[in-house]
């Protein structure tokens, strides 16, 4: 079965500083990979995602992460974080179709505190 | 659109009682799923559909039932509370399969069972 790190739990950043989060799995076949973000009192929601070609993604408010294939990584980056940045962030991951998955949901991380101080 | 909704938002349970989680989506999604979140444990697939008629089990799926007679409802029943099932429960629903397509969230029930 694929599992899911995230190392750090709670992380606490001042403004401007610059973010990474890592996240790695356990599976040696082809993924999916995503990262989700809940805001406080606000749904899950999608911050980006890598099926395949560039190892580089953007997602929505200038996150980035890359997809390390050697390392099974898939570290979430900002440059300079915001206070509305203060969230819960997860990393998950999914086997691809033609590795036996796809139906059967993601394998979410435990999950990342993040609180930004002004 | 509503998106994904859930009822009710706070549920406490005495143990072995049995209740039903509600979860509808307006989006047209095939694919529909229910996890629970824990402290420190992320969120673990409990059950998953896709398309009516089609269910089938997650990581976690002991305690619970589900059916999804139609495209929109996906409910959870908790056949026998117990207070492991104390946790937050989260619906969520795609276009496609889960592993390939952006999931979207409903709000979350908050159920207690003491």
């Known amino acids: 079965a694929q599992s899911v790190s995230q190392h750090n739990h709670h992380v606490i950043l001042s403004e401007a500083a610059s973010l990474e989060l890592g996240c790695n799995y356990s599976y040696g076949g082809t993924v999916n990979l995503f990262w989700y973000v809940q805001y406080p009192g606000q749904h899950l929601q999608l911050l980006l995602k890598y099926f395949s070609g560039d190892p580089l993604v953007k997602g929505i408010k200038g996150f980035e992460a890359e997809f390390i294939k050697s390392k099974f990584s898939f570290n979430l980056r900002k440059p300079s974080v915001q206070w509305s940045d203060t969230a819960e962030y997860f990393c998950?991951?999914?086997?691809?179709?033609?590795?036996?998955?796809?139906?059967?949901?993601?394998?979410f991380g435990k999950g990342t505190h993040l609180i930004i101080q002004p | 659109n509503a998106g994904v909704t859930q009822t009710p938002k706070f549920q406490v349970l005495k143990t072995g009682q049995s209740m039903t989680l509600q979860c509808a989506q307006d989006m047209n999604h095939e694919y529909m799923s229910w996890y629970r979140q824990d402290p420190g444990m992320g969120l673990r697939l409990i059950h998953y559909?896709?398309?009516?008629?089609?269910?089938d089990q997650g990581e976690v799926p002991n305690g619970y039932n589900v059916s999804r007679s139609t495209t929109e409802d996906f409910p959870l029943r908790l056949l026998s509370a117990a207070p492991s099932q104390t946790s937050v429960y989260f619906c969520?629903?795609?276009?496609?399969?889960?592993?390939?397509?952006?999931?979207?969230f409903g709000p979350g029930t908050r159920l207690t069972v003491l």
């Open positions: 559909s896709v398309g009516a008629g089609i269910t």
């Open positions: 998950a991951v999914s086997r691809a179709m033609y590795s036996g998955g796809g139906a059967d949901g993601l394998t």
């Open positions: 969520a629903s795609s276009y496609g399969l889960a592993g390939y397509n952006e999931q979207f």
